[in-house]
């Protein structure tokens, strides 16, 4: 080998070791055959004695083996009722205290029950004494000898008396509130009584003066048309006077035009009278006529709060420009306009408006608003 077999190192032609061996050379001695073949004949048969034997350990083994794991689950078993048998004893242990906890509490039932007996014997007697009459009490007082009874006895019948007492006291606070309630409530429902005929009375007047009130505005109603027509044909009457007197003025005002030069009186400073309108410049008529105007329309108008008549109530429309208005259920319908009254004098100027000629004054004012102012 490339190795010593000493040491296992490695070995080189250099490094060769000499080997020395221990035993004594015996090649010379000679041995005979049948005594050879005698040792291997002994030595085949403890051969087969030995494995024999090892054969019956081994199968001792696997029977000890068998035995062993059937002991393992024995001790499993056994180990499994140790614990259920513990967990039983526990269990049982502690059924042994609640039941050792309910023998206690039944003696100190029983114990509470003796004592309330002798106290229910006890106030059995006092009842009794307590509902029997005088006379009856009289005779149990005289019967009894004990002085704790009779203690007793006429505890309770100075507690009882001082109860009813104080029992009587607040019967008779609580009367005393009732009635003071009674006459406030009284009272009360006699303000509240009144209160209602009074607003009775209000709504009934309210209803009067809202029907006076309509009638009133259909009264009013009437007497402007009226004053409108009266209007219309006076202004007629008057314009061919009015013309006549106007036509220097109208002269003058053109040629102040012409020379881009016109006197404009204030209308606040003095007042609305023909002479001053006269005597003011066409400019300043134009301003008194809007002035006018203006306040002819601040006297229609009314307050907010009044309720408005049902004459001069616009058309109401929808929010929607299409005049859609919503039903609440998710819908929508459309709003029924109906038409309102014409009123008479507004039919009268238009057809007074359409008999007159169309004509181009350009940015003169016409000779009807001079007049109308």
Same mark, same amino acid.
């Given at each position: 080998?490339?190795?010593?077999?000493?040491?296992?190192?490695?070995?080189?032609?250099?490094? =060769?070791?000499? =080997?020395?061996?221990?035993?004594?050379? $015996?090649?010379?001695?000679?041995? +005979?055959?049948?005594?050879?073949?005698?040792?291997i +004949? $002994?030595?085949?048969?403890?051969?087969?004695?030995?494995?024999?034997?090892?054969?019956?350990?081994?199968?001792?083994?696997?029977?000890?083996?068998?035995?062993?794991?059937?002991?393992?689950?024995?001790?499993?078993?056994?180990? $499994?009722? /140790?614990?259920?048998?513990? &967990?039983?004893?526990?269990?049982?242990?502690?059924q042994?205290?609640f039941?050792?906890?309910?023998?206690?509490?039944?003696?100190?039932?029983?114990?509470? *029950?003796?004592h309330?007996k002798?106290?229910?014997q006890?106030?059995? *007697?006092?009842q009794?004494?307590?509902?029997?009459?005088?006379?009856?009490? +009289?005779?149990?007082?005289?019967?009894?000898?004990?002085?704790?009874?009779?203690?007793?006895?006429?505890?309770?019948?100075?507690r009882?008396?001082?109860? /009813?007492?104080?029992?009587?006291?607040?019967?008779?606070?609580?009367?005393?509130?009732?009635?003071?309630?009674?006459?406030?409530?009284?009272?009360?429902?006699k303000?509240?009584? @009144?209160?209602?005929?009074?607003?009775?009375? /209000?709504?009934?007047?309210?209803?009067?003066?809202?029907s006076?009130?309509?009638? !009133?505005?259909?009264?009013?109603?009437?007497?402007?048309?009226n004053?409108?027509?009266?209007?219309?044909?006076?202004?007629?009457?008057?314009?061919?006077?009015?013309?006549?007197?106007?036509?220097?003025? !109208?002269?003058?005002?053109?040629?102040?035009?012409?020379?881009?030069s016109?006197?404009?009186?204030?209308p606040?400073?003095?007042?609305?009278?023909?002479?001053?309108?006269?005597?003011?410049?066409?400019?300043? /008529?134009?301003?008194?006529?809007?002035?006018?105007?203006?306040?002819?329309?601040? !006297?229609? @108008?009314?307050?907010?709060?009044?309720?408005?008549?049902?004459?001069?109530?616009?058309?109401?429309?929808?929010?929607?420009?299409?005049?859609? &208005?919503?039903?609440?259920?998710?819908?929508?319908?459309?709003?029924?306009?109906f038409? *309102?009254?014409?009123?008479?004098?507004?039919?009268?100027? &238009?057809?007074?408006?359409?008999?007159?000629?169309?004509?181009d004054?350009?940015?003169?004012?016409?000779? *009807? +608003?001079?007049?109308?102012?």
């Amino acid at each position: 080998s490339k190795t010593c077999p000493q040491c296992r190192d490695r070995t080189t032609e250099r490094t =060769i070791r000499r =080997i020395y061996f221990n035993f004594s050379n $015996s090649d010379n001695i000679a041995e +005979d055959t049948a005594s050879l073949q005698n040792t291997i +004949d $002994s030595l085949t048969f403890q051969l087969k004695l030995r494995d024999e034997n090892l054969n019956k350990l081994t199968e001792a083994n696997g029977k000890l083996e068998t035995q062993t794991a059937g002991l393992r689950q024995e001790v499993r078993n056994v180990e $499994s009722e /140790m614990r259920s048998k513990n &967990s039983a004893i526990l269990a049982l242990k502690e059924q042994i205290k609640f039941y050792k906890q309910q023998c206690s509490d039944a003696n100190n039932y029983r114990k509470e *029950n003796e004592h309330l007996k002798k106290n229910l014997q006890h106030l059995k *007697n006092v009842q009794s004494l307590i509902d029997s009459s005088t006379h009856e009490m +009289d005779d149990k007082i005289l019967m009894t000898s004990d002085p704790s009874k009779l203690a007793t006895y006429i505890a309770v019948l100075k507690r009882e008396l001082k109860h /009813m007492y104080n029992k009587s006291r607040e019967v008779r606070e609580k009367y005393k509130k009732l009635q003071q309630d009674y006459t406030r409530a009284s009272t009360e429902n006699k303000v509240l009584a @009144e209160e209602r005929t009074k607003r009775k009375e /209000m709504e009934e007047r309210l209803m009067i003066c809202e029907s006076e009130k309509i009638s !009133l505005q259909t009264q009013l109603f009437e007497m402007q048309t009226n004053a409108n027509a009266y209007k219309c044909v006076s202004c007629n009457k008057t314009s061919a006077e009015k013309l006549k007197e106007e036509l220097p003025k !109208l002269e003058d005002t053109v040629n102040l035009e012409k020379n881009d030069s016109c006197i404009i009186i204030n209308p606040d400073s003095t007042e609305d009278t023909p002479q001053s309108i006269k005597s003011q410049g066409f400019f300043s /008529m134009r301003d008194n006529g809007i002035k006018r105007q203006k306040s002819s329309n601040s !006297l229609k @108008e009314t307050s907010i709060l009044a309720k408005k008549s049902k004459f001069y109530q616009p058309n109401q429309k929808t929010a929607s420009g299409s005049g859609m &208005s919503f039903d609440g259920f998710g819908g929508h319908a459309r709003y029924d306009k109906f038409p *309102n009254p014409i009123p008479s004098s507004h039919v009268k100027k &238009s057809r007074e408006d359409l008999r007159k000629p169309k004509l181009d004054t350009g940015d003169n004012q016409k000779l *009807n +608003d001079i007049l109308h102012m």
